[in-house]
């Protein structure tokens, strides 16, 4: 049978599972643990997995993996925002004065990128089109 020294558990860890031995030992009877203690358990979770974080703190692991679960789905709005899908609608402007880098991938794998100066976007649509449909 295979032990775990002290020393394979990080750092981190092993000082979040003394502070929880403090506040455990000052408790009389069983009693919900503060929420503070919570989040610090989801932090290291998140950085350490769920199972070893459960078995350093003591903690149970299902408990733990929903509260895990619970806050990527309240902070997944502002997840799936900065993912979110931004459209930036050009400025009138005259065609000699549009530059840009375009790069595309097709599902083969093939990539091309390009240096664009002076094409209007109807150009540019027009041979993102092509290049789509595997026209030159």
């Not at 070893?52 to 299902?62: E, P, S």
Request: proline share 4%; glycine share 8%; net charge positive.
């Amino acid at each position: 049978m295979s032990t775990k020294r002290s020393t394979d558990v990080p750092a981190a860890l092993s000082t979040a599972r003394r502070q929880l031995d403090r506040w455990r030992s000052r408790q009389s009877g069983r009693k919900r643990l503060p929420q503070e203690l919570w989040a610090k358990a989801v932090a290291l979770a998140r950085e350490h997995g769920i199972n070893q974080t459960a078995r350093a703190l003591g903690l149970k692991y299902d408990s733990l993996k929903k509260r895990v679960e619970r806050t990527v789905t309240e902070g997944s709005g502002s997840e799936a925002a900065r993912g979110a899908f931004l459209e930036l609608l050009p400025r009138p402007t005259t065609a000699s004065s549009i530059e840009c880098t375009i790069e595309w991938e097709d599902p083969g794998g093939t990539t091309m990128r390009m240096h664009v100066k002076g094409a209007t976007m109807a150009d540019l649509a027009s041979f993102a089109g092509g290049f789509r449909s595997g026209r030159p």
